[in-house]
């Protein structure tokens, strides 16, 4: 599988597996993992070489404008995942179990899965949660889909937590790697670790066999993740651990200016614009 050693072209790019996100791990090579919410998105980043696209329960905040994940149902996600994978001839596309969708029981969550990957295309779902959602994660892995965990700060339980806050200072930090640890032997394919102190990061990584992808959990992680408004420049606020690679809200900004501005004076449409 090329990508982390050779530049990803169309000649030697094949559909990304969870095994080979495996094999990047034993061989000490990093990847980067997006969002993505629609095709359009989804294209440009297959295109650029990103192996692995999440269509997240962020999609509440980021498409639909909830205030939170915690509303977003099965019903708004699966066009979505729909629309992702119909964009990404190669990435791995991973999606997200909502809030509400796996918590009641084993079944619940095999149900729900199962509709992400038949209704939607997804390749993979990924459920938050470490010891206590150990069982969901077996029965799933056990019906044949791969599994994706999530450990640390959990956004469905927001409110739970108290909020947006980092999970593992001090005395917790044991609770985030007996998590990390119990999505492993649960049998999921890899660990998103969300807002965890890196040095806590760094333990459970080295410790799992399998790949843990970080957001606010320092460098050491095997992969990243980020949401793709946050990373672009197009949203307002980010969390402190958002590098910015682009400014596209200026950009769209001026551009939506500009457009304003060349029909009010007619300049728009011109002649080449018009048949």
């Not at 949660?129 to 700060?153: E, L, T």
């Amino acid at each position: 599988m090329a990508y982390a050693t050779e530049e990803p072209t169309p000649a030697n790019r094949r559909r990304t597996r969870v095994h080979h996100l495996q094999q990047w791990k034993d061989a000490g090579e990093r990847w980067a993992m997006l969002t993505s919410y629609d095709a359009m998105t989804a294209a440009v980043f297959d295109e650029a070489g990103i192996p692995a696209l999440l269509v997240g329960d962020s999609a509440a905040n980021t498409v639909f404008g909830m205030p939170t994940t915690v509303p977003v149902t099965l019903d708004h996600m699966v066009p979505l995942v729909r629309a992702v994978v119909a964009g990404a001839p190669h990435a791995l596309v991973v999606a997200d179990l909502v809030f509400g969708s796996y918590e009641a029981s084993d079944e619940q969550a095999v149900h729900s899965a199962v509709r992400l990957m038949k209704e939607g295309g997804a390749h993979a779902v990924k459920l938050e949660g470490g010891v206590a959602r150990a069982s969901r994660i077996r029965a799933v892995v056990a019906a044949g889909i791969p599994v994706m965990g999530h450990v640390g700060f959990t956004p469905q339980a927001e409110h739970a937590l108290g909020g947006y806050r980092v999970q593992g200072r001090g005395d917790a930090a044991a609770q985030v790697v007996a998590d990390a640890k119990a999505v492993a032997e649960a049998g999921a394919f890899s660990v998103v670790l969300e807002m965890v102190p890196a040095d806590v990061a760094r333990q459970v990584t080295s410790t799992l066999a399998i790949p843990t992808v970080g957001i606010g959990a320092g460098a050491d992680c095997d992969a990243q993740v980020l949401v793709w408004q946050d990373f672009a420049g197009l949203s307002e606020r980010t969390g402190r651990f958002v590098k910015k690679f682009a400014d596209v809200r200026s950009t769209l900004a001026d551009a939506a200016r500009t457009y304003a501005s060349e029909v009010r004076d007619g300049s728009f449409p011109g002649d080449e614009h018009s048949f």
